[in-house]
């Protein structure tokens, strides 16, 4: 198993080397002024240790007294021992004493021995133990699993670690050692990164998720957000195009706030970026999702919406490899459940309320699949290469990726470039620096095709002349809504953008004493965009300006210092691990624009534009300065304790409130340790109780929310400005207090269950207060209320099948919220938009008018109202049906199931994913399924069980269709509210691993060839483009959005 390698290292192991065994048996022996052999036969009765000895260096027949009750094995032999000439080594099932050597002599031969430790994938194991065998000297490996210690020729090393098989080195001229240690699958544990530090998992108090790299790669994406998407409960992700390179929403354990961020603090190698980083996948090592706030509470201010921490790749030691990976395939338009009418059936339905004079069976003359003609096979091309090994005391990693992507739908095209160079370097035993180097090199080009258009264009209206000269709308059959035809335009339109994303990192590591270190962690952001826009004066939609092109350019730099101290020390069952630590964020955007008109084709450049169309520029920056604390306990593996305390000071805020204090309390108990649970370690190798309650922060979403503020305008051709916010000096953090209990278990050494329950509270909710004109302003940021998220969280693994030849793993997680508002400002209700906030309910419930469905006697519209006498009633007047509560956007539980089948060097993977209970509001359904509001606009098919009125007495689903519409029947109401739940098959995929031995004549590490299928399928009642997708700003709003696309991929990765 690949071990997680992180700066921050706290794990530090115990003062006795032995294998996994020897640290977990333990012995009860009553024995008074017995010969030790009696005693050593006592310890091999009750375990199945065997001691090996020579009576002529140990005398066995000396007396000795031993009163203990479930003790380990180690601890007696070290107390029958003491102030004797008596050693011991204990290797697998045997326990060897010997003499030890004296004093002088071992002075004489001692020297410096300095090596490394591994596991097999040449992964550095931190806390390995190293013991000289029959002394009670020994260390453990540093954050780079690397040692030195005074060793004699002739001593035998025995290093050992929780989970790997122990191995003897014998000492003879050697002064540098590379050990590989084997997994030992029975006892092997994860160690996960929380919160500046690295821990076991069974001493994780707080509830974390793991996500390895080979996890995150099935899907086919450069964005790693969406690679989330199923794998950890509670975390909820879902996309707002599908355009390439767009990101995606991500929300952990609901939403808790207003106006501030409902994303996760993203941390990359103990770097707090902030958003997501734009990572590419292939430079991940592994993923780590905090979720409550004894995992999160170190980020206090910055946590409130969960964490997401990444470990990069690092190099290895004396493993010098190349990998080479190429994948290549196609994606291909998918408009789900979405139909648009041919020419035929558009016809049909228009012809009984269209009385135009143009519509004539001579329409159907042409049947124009618009989305045919806008769509394509988009390729897609990733090629990778890295490095990975060392030279000296510098071992790196070093990685080169080119990404590709054209879309299915024409015109849009992204390619990125990215690199990658992570070098640590020893130059002592004591002093390490590591340094990292990234950067990506974007461009998006975009050609100004509207997907929004594409929906709507008439079948009967088609692209091309006859000489095969594209249209321009313009022409006297042409019979759409606004007499524009994109091909026509995009002879000469374009949109384009280029971006520059460059990281740096560099970090100090100095070893003060064998317990005390001292880390700083020092990092740098560049961002630079531009983006440009061509509007050509021949195309349609440049006609008015007589060409027009627009540029803008934005720079962001973002400064990040870390200065800490830490505390490890264990005192025999006992480890204590401790920090302490300053740090500091500076954050510095500005942008500027301009849009000229009036500009020749061909001179696309601004300075020979006629006329300024528009200018624009924008500063801000805030800085926040914060130190931190944590402590953590263990107790012999049983009993956890954790404390941490966080005071931060944000620019964000005004004089009055600038600081903020945040602190977490948690527990666990390793219930499997326990003497009285042994006997049923056998079926049970896991039950750990967790237990947090802690306190996070939220900054407002505007950098200036505590000043007064202005706004500009033009008025007589001069710049005026007038006031807009009202300034707030005493507003103050957005608080989150969380409380988590979690069960984690694992049955027969093959079915594990990670259970939580978690309730959330945020209070002083930051939120943009709208205040009356008299007042001047547009509003206020005030502390105005409060939210509460509680739910349920459900993670499951199994080895289902477990052979030599044939292996079935399975992973299903399920995650339930639920969302209550309460608390808000004066206790009024507040609108924003199609919602309403109102105590007591769900902050994301839609307020609309109620469909009550089509009268049957004349196929009129009708909605619900209430009369004067307080009775539930119906109505065909849209403006007097009233709005009530319908539902809410945000699901009741999401999860995923991963499968994964191998048999001998093929491995298919079957990556679902699932949301249940949240309704969307299908806004593309007012155009597409209006009942003749717009008849110059093409119409969806019906759906299954849709019936539209006809004649009197119809019982229908859709009101009879009126030129001009019916009665605002397709007004915003919830006859287009539409469940949104669904099941996807996200991906599968699968790979075939050619066999080492022919690998190895080839000159080859590993060769693997693969083929994997995206969005292959998706089960859902949702009559649009995709549930999956919403608007960017707001959740459960779905539109005529650029759709989903289904990719076949095939790929080949070389290692040598």
């Not at 001493?203 to 794998?231: C, F, P, R």
């Not at 505390?567 to 025999?572: A, L, Q, R, V």
């Not at 924008?618 to 306990?633: E, R, W």
Request: hydrophobic share 30%.
């Amino acid at each position: 198993m690949k071990m997680i390698v992180l700066f921050l290292f706290v794990f530090i192991s115990g003062v006795f080397a032995g294998n996994a065994n020897s640290q977990e048996t333990k012995v009860s022996i009553s024995k008074n002024n017995k010969p030790i052999r009696e005693i050593l036969g006592e310890i091999e009765h009750q375990t199945d240790y065997l001691f090996v000895y020579s009576e002529k260096e140990v005398d066995v027949n000396q007396r000795k007294t031993v009163n203990v009750s479930q003790q380990r094995v180690a601890d007696v032999l070290s107390s029958l021992f003491r102030n004797t000439n008596v050693g011991y080594a204990m290797e697998g099932h045997n326990i060897m004493l010997m003499a030890k050597t004296t004093q002088t002599d071992a002075a004489q031969q001692k020297r410096h021995i300095t090596g490394v430790v591994k596991d097999i994938k040449g992964e550095t194991i931190i806390g390995a133990n190293i013991m000289i065998k029959g002394t009670g000297t020994g260390v453990s490996t540093n954050i780079d699993g690397e040692f030195s210690i005074e060793a004699a020729a002739g001593d035998e090393l025995i290093v050992s670690f929780i989970g790997y098989l122990t191995q003897t080195i014998k000492i003879d001229s050697q002064k540098t050692l590379n050990i590989k240690l084997l997994e030992d699958t029975k006892t092997l544990e994860e160690v996960v990164v929380v919160g500046y530090t690295v821990q076991t998992k069974s001493a994780v108090t707080g509830s974390v998720a793991v996500v390895k790299a080979d996890k995150l790669k099935d899907v086919n994406t450069l964005e790693v957000g969406s690679m989330l998407q199923g794998k950890v409960s509670g975390v909820y992700v879902s996309g707002s195009s599908g355009e390439p390179g767009q990101a995606s929403k991500i929300r952990i354990r609901g939403k808790g706030t207003l106006n501030s961020s409902v994303s996760p603090l993203w941390v990359v190698d103990g770097v707090i970026v902030g958003e997501d980083p734009g990572l590419n996948p292939n430079e991940i090592d592994n993923i780590s999702v905090l979720k409550d706030g004894s995992a999160t509470a170190l980020y206090g201010s910055r946590a409130a919406n969960g964490v997401i921490v990444v470990t990069t790749k690092r190099g290895e030691y004396d493993a010098n490899k190349y990998s080479v990976s190429v994948n290549a395939g196609v994606s291909l338009l998918s408009t789900g459940r979405l139909e648009m009418m041919n020419s035929q059936e558009l016809y049909d339905y228009q012809k009984s309320w269209n009385n135009q004079s143009w519509f004539t069976e001579e329409l159907l003359k042409h049947n124009t699949d618009w989305f045919k003609e806008a769509s394509k096979p988009g390729l897609y091309t990733n090629a990778n290469i890295t490095y990975t090994g060392s030279s000296g005391r510098m071992r790196s990693f070093v990685m080169a990726d080119y990404y590709r992507e054209e879309g299915a739908i024409k015109d849009f095209t992204l390619d990125r470039f990215t690199f990658r160079s992570n070098n640590d370097v020893k130059f002592t035993d004591r002093f390490t620096m590591s340094t990292k180097i990234s950067g990506s090199l974007s461009r998006t080009d975009s050609q100004q095709r509207s997907v929004y258009n594409t929906y709507l264009y008439l079948p009967w209206d088609f692209p091309y002349n006859e000489d095969g000269s594209i249209r321009s709308g313009q022409e006297q059959d042409w019979r759409g809504r606004d007499g524009i035809n994109d091909m026509y335009d995009l002879q000469w339109n374009w949109s384009r953008s280029k971006k520059l994303t460059v990281d740096g990192t560099i970090n100090f590591n100095y070893q003060i004493t064998d317990w005390l270190r001292f880390e700083s962690n020092n990092y740098i952001r560049y961002i630079s965009n531009r983006s440009e826009s061509y509007t050509d004066k021949r195309s349609r939609s440049g006609q008015s300006d007589k060409g027009s092109l627009s540029n803008s350019n934005s720079l962001l730099t973002k400064q990040f210092t870390n200065q800490m101290i830490r505390f490890e020390k264990s005192f025999g069952k006992h480890k204590v691990n401790a920090l302490g630590a300053y740090e500091y964020t500076r954050h510095f955007y500005e942008s500027t624009s301009a849009e000229g008109r009036g500009i020749q084709p061909g001179r696309e450049i601004l300075d020979v534009t006629t006329g300024i169309k528009s200018i624009g520029g924008y500063k801000d920056a805030i800085a926040t300065q914060s130190a931190l604390f944590n402590a953590n306990y263990d107790y012999d593996n049983r009993y956890m304790g954790q404390v941490s305390y966080r005071m931060d000071e944000s620019s964000c805020f005004g004089k009055n409130n600038r600081m903020g204090h945040f602190f977490t309390v948690s527990g666990g108990w390793n219930i499997q340790n326990e003497t009285f649970f042994e006997s049923l370690r056998e079926s049970v190798n896991q039950l750990k109780v967790r237990v947090s309650y802690g306190s996070l922060g939220n900054t407002p979403g505007a950098y200036y929310g505590h000043y007064p503020l202005y706004s500009s305008m033009m008025y007589n051709d001069e710049v005026a400005y007038f006031p807009s916010q009202m300034g707030n000096a005493d507003l103050s953090w957005e608080k989150c207090y969380t409380t988590n209990i979690g069960i984690d278990a694992r049955f027969f050494d093959r079915f594990g269950v990670t259970i939580d329950l978690y309730n959330k509270n945020t209070s002083d909710l930051l939120y943009y207060a709208p205040l009356p004109n008299i007042s001047g302003y547009t509003g206020q940021y005030k502390n105005v209320g409060a939210i509460n998220n509680k739910g349920l969280e459900i993670s499951l693994n199994a080895d289902v099948i477990r052979t030599s030849k044939f292996q079935w793993t399975s992973d299903f997680n399920i995650g339930f919220n639920r969302n209550r508002v309460t608390e808000l400002y004066g206790g009024k209700p507040e609108l924003k938009g199609l919602k309403r906030l109102e105590e007591g309910r769900d902050m994301d419930e839609w307020y609309l008018r109620e469909w009550a469905g089509v009268d049957p006697a004349n196929g009129s519209p009708l909605w619900y109202t209430t009369d004067e006498n307080g009775k539930r009633t119906t109505t065909d007047s849209y403006n007097k049906a009233d709005r009530v509560y319908c539902g809410s956007a945000a699901p009741k539980f999401t999860g995923g199931w991963m499968n994964s089948f191998s048999y001998k060097g093929f491995t298919l993977t079957a990556n679902f994913d699932f949301v249940y209970g949240n309704l969307l509001y299908n806004q593309s359904r007012e155009l597409l399924d209006s009942d003749g509001a717009y008849a110059d606009y093409n119409s969806m098919k019906l759906k299954s069980g849709w019936k539209r009125w006809e004649k009197e007495g119809d019982i229908a689903t859709h009101p009879k269709a009126i030129n001009g519409g019916n009665k605002n029947s397709n007004k915003s109401s919830s006859r287009y509210l539409e469940k949104g739940n669904y099941f996807s098959l996200r991906n599968l995929s699968l790979g075939y691993s050619i066999p080492e031995k022919l690998c190895g004549k080839l000159g080859l590490q590993r060769v693997n060839v693969s083929c994997s299928a995206d969005n292959l399928f998706t089960l859902t009642p949702f009559s649009g483009v995709s549930p999956q997708l919403s608007d960017s700003s707001t959740d459960g709003y779905a539109g005529t959005i650029y759709p989903l696309s289904r990719r076949i991929v095939f790929g080949l990765n070389v290692s040598f």
